[in-house]
């Protein structure tokens, strides 16, 4: 297959990104209202970004009408929110988030999970997640045609990990067993770990 990209639709643009950019680690992010309802949704285009402040980034799609979704909305105007680690575990629970509730719904409730007051932000985390990062607004920057989506980069200023996956200082990825997104209605479990040393230059 060789394609321009100005030759293809934007469904068929988005359905190949999916389908090459993978797996893609999953945030499960959490926000406040200003009526104080906790908003949670899944975001699969995501990573970290900077370690030195550590920053996370979140790419959420804007609505078909061209506004902006609940949670970049809620971020817009807090200028916090708080990233979770998609686990094994509660993957089908955190998948119901994605329903589109309107904005007076807490998707968090309607999921069966529950919150805990944040330690450096006012937005809660969800209880039952065993990693949560509560994160401090560094920019939006709107992207695309529209535009078409709001990547959100925030600062990390507080790591909450559950000791039981954190093994000499390390996450025990294995014990986290992380969910990752892949095209279509896909996931991906960890699935075989395996190690691989950088090489290193050694002049001639």
């Given at each position: 297959m060789q394609k321009d990209a100005k030759d293809l639709s934007a469904i068929e643009i988005y359905k190949l990104l999916i389908g090459l950019v993978t797996p893609r680690?999953?945030?499960?992010?959490?926000?406040?209202?200003?009526?104080?309802?906790v908003n949670a949704a899944p975001f699969s285009f995501y990573n970290v970004v900077?370690?030195?402040?550590?920053?996370?980034?979140?790419?959420?799609?804007?609505?078909?009408?061209?506004s902006s979704k609940d949670t970049s909305r809620n971020i817009r105007r807090t200028?916090?929110?708080?990233?979770?680690?998609?686990?094994?575990?509660?993957i089908e629970k955190i998948n119901h988030t994605s329903c589109p509730y309107p904005s007076s719904i807490s998707e968090v409730?309607?999921?069966?999970?529950?919150?805990?007051p944040g330690k450096l932000?006012?937005?809660?985390?969800v209880a039952e997640c065993r990693v949560a990062m509560e994160?401090?607004?560094?920019?939006?920057?709107?992207?695309?045609?529209?535009?078409?989506?709001?990547?959100?980069?925030?600062?990390?200023?507080?790591?909450?990990?559950?000791d039981e996956v954190v093994n000499n200082g390390?996450?025990?990825?294995?014990?986290?067993?992380?969910?990752?997104?892949?095209?279509?209605?896909?996931?991906?479990?960890?699935?075989?770990?395996?190690?691989m040393e950088r090489p290193k230059y050694t002049p001639e």
């Open positions: 680690p999953i945030a499960f992010v959490t926000t406040l209202s200003e009526n104080g309802i900077c370690s030195d402040p550590p920053m996370l980034a979140v790419s959420v799609a804007r609505k078909d009408d061209g200028g916090e929110f708080v990233v979770h680690t998609a686990e094994e575990s509660l409730e309607r999921a069966g999970l529950t919150t805990v932000v006012k937005v809660p985390r994160c401090k607004l560094v920019q939006i920057v709107e992207l695309g045609n529209g535009p078409d989506s709001d990547l959100i980069i925030g600062e990390v200023v507080h790591f909450a990990v559950d390390r996450v025990d990825v294995e014990k986290l067993a992380p969910v990752a997104r892949l095209a279509g209605s896909n996931y991906s479990k960890l699935g075989s770990v395996f190690a």
